[in-house]
């Protein structure tokens, strides 16, 4: 009462000054109530501390559950089922920027016991939605935080046994020297005689999934990734970091493609598109970088072996498992594969030169350089 009284004879811009009451910690609940107010400048939020022992901590959108540098904190209120009147914490709101806030408890704000001033609205990627999704999957207690019946019982698949390989291959009329990075069951090095263009749909029917989610490409082949509504990316990973830039954790500086954002409008009727050439055998991922979408199972493989460990269906769990948030994301089940397995090739053109090899080297030549002599 105090405050919309001082604000009131302060005589501030807006024409009457609102106060609105947030419940911390309400009925036992590790919760804010209402979990998000739209207010305007002027107005306050009051915060009432029930019983138990929460805070009021601001921080950014992304990370969740880590106080704001120069953030507001009301520190902890340690409250009992006697204590009256219940302590209180306010904030006077200055403008229409989203503000984040949450309670600094341990296991609290994993949980999702987070709080907003003017989010915005679903579907918008910074909506309360998503920033509670991002704090429970960031700090909520891990793996088990993912649906069990989306993942199934889990373990980490081994990362792909890497090899590099030399090859000299005849198609149609030339001949082709190919170093390349394979495993057992990665398609030969053979140049397509007829490339051909194979079409990935980016978030058809406003479902988080790439459409077909794999597909097997020749070298020289092309993939036209086609962009429908909403805000999609077309971004390369890595087997193991399934939701993270291929720049990002690169260890021999290979920086891999990226769309970047694309919005579509709801009513369109045209759709951007983004095209990669498939160079190499070794299988490409990637992802979404949409806030969330990569941890519902957004990914999609070229070139995946589908016989061994490093499935596209391991790759999608790892992205849920590592990125999910709970929710039970739409594509738990393996992409639409082509079928299409040539079966020719499982172990033909990989040439094992040693586990050592590993990941580095492998990254080192995924870029796959290849020569046509004729
Ligand atoms: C808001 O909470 C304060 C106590 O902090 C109380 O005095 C006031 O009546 C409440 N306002 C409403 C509208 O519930
Ligand atoms: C949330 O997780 C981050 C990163 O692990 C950590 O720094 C932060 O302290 C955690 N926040 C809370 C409230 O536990
Ligand atoms: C409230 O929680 C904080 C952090 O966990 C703790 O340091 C403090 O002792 C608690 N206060 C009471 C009275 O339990
Ligand atoms: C909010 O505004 C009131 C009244 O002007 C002031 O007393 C109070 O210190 C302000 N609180 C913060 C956190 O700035
Ligand atoms: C997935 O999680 C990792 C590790 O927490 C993080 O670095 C990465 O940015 C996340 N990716 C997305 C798309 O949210
Ligand atoms: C698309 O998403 C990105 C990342 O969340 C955001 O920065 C950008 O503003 C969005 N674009 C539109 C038009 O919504
Ligand atoms: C294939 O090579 C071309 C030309 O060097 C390059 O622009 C393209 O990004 C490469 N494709 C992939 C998937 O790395």
Redesign the pocket.
Known sequence: MY?TT??LL?GLPSALAVTYNVTVGANGRNAFDPEYVAAEAGD?VNFIFNPKNHTVTQSAFDPPCVRLDGG?ASGFQPVTPETNPLPTF???VTGKTPLWFYCGQTGHCGQGMVFSINPPEDPSPNSFKAHKDLAIARNGTGPASVSPSSVGVYTTPPAPHWVTATATVTGASSTWTTTYTSYDGTPPPTPAAQPQDHKIIVGPDGQFVFSPARVEAAIGDTVTFEFRQKNHTVTQSSFMQPCRPLRDTSLTGEVGFTSGFQPVAADATTFPTFQIKVNDTAPIWGYCEQVNHCGAGMVFAINSVESGSNSLAAFQGLAQRINGTGATGPGSGSGSGSGSNNGAIKGGFSARVGAGAGMALALALALGTWFALL
Do not use: G, K, S, T
Request: overall charge neutral.
């Open positions: 405050f001082a604000l302060a306050v507001l306010q904030v006077n």
